[in-house]
């Protein structure tokens, strides 16, 4: 399968815990998204890269969450102190070129904060 | 900053037409997207627009107005597969490109 890949699909943690996913994009594709989607809602913009650079990040999002992509390849997505609030399906998605083109999406990484 | 508006839900019936309607508004346009998103699955892409006027692709229409700020995904021939949330999305390109998402319209087809 080379389409994206996220890991794990589903995780709970309790309340004040760290969780990390990671995400595969399709190994051409330059550009790489993270994406918060709730129940009912549509994908909420979190962060994106070009290659290893992260060129944009939500000002929704607060310093507990971080995103790096080291080698341009892969993407992992901390976040650091859950809280209940948190709990969302954790959506990765990848692009070749400037951003004009298609955004293939990973299933997604489900988190539930207890 | 950037807002996207569609309808919540609508419902339909197995072999009719229905079209769901977007508008938007942003500082900087660069292209709309419509995907499709079946209950507790990833998007998958439907269609894209720059330029203003329809793009057919099989029994799915993607109508754009730029002027207006308004787009519209037209599905023909419906079946109960269609059953999905349909989102709209703008690809804002303000700074760098990227794509901002509407709640999405969630339509349900019956027989």
């Known amino acids: 399968d080379t389409g994206v890949s996220q890991d794990p699909r589903h995780k709970i943690t309790k309340r004040g815990q760290n969780v990390t996913f990671r995400c595969d994009p399709i190994?051409?594709?330059?550009?790489l998204y993270w994406y918060r989607q709730t129940l009912g809602q549509g994908p909420e913009f979190l962060t994106y890269f070009q290659n290893e650079a992260q060129l944009e990040k939500s000002r929704l999002l607060s310093d507990r969450f971080s995103a790096e992509r080291p080698k341009g390849s892969f993407s992992t997505l901390e976040i650091q102190r859950t809280e209940q609030g948190d709990s969302a399906m954790y959506l990765c998605?990848?692009?070749?070129?400037?951003?004009?083109?298609?955004?293939?999406f990973g299933e997604g990484s489900r988190l539930t904060v207890l | 900053g950037q807002n996207i508006d569609q309808p919540t839900e609508m419902t339909a019936t197995e072999g009719a037409i229905v079209q769901i309607n977007c508008t938007y508004q942003?500082?900087?346009?660069?292209?709309l997207f419509w995907y499709q998103q079946h209950a507790g699955e990833a998007p998958t892409f439907l269609s894209y627009?720059?330029?203003?006027g329809l793009e057919e692709k099989g029994r799915f229409s993607s109508f754009l107005s730029r002027s207006k700020g308004y787009s519209y995904l037209l599905l023909k021939e419906l079946q109960m597969k269609d059953s999905a949330s349909y989102l709209c999305a703008v690809l804002f390109s303000g700074g760098y490109n990227k794509l901002i998402f509407g709640a999405g319209t969630r339509l349900a087809v019956h027989p």
């Open positions: 190994s051409e594709h330059n550009r």
């Open positions: 942003t500082s900087g346009f660069n292209g």
């Open positions: 998605a990848s692009s070749l070129g400037q951003g004009a083109g298609e955004l293939f």
């Open positions: 627009n720059v330029l203003d």
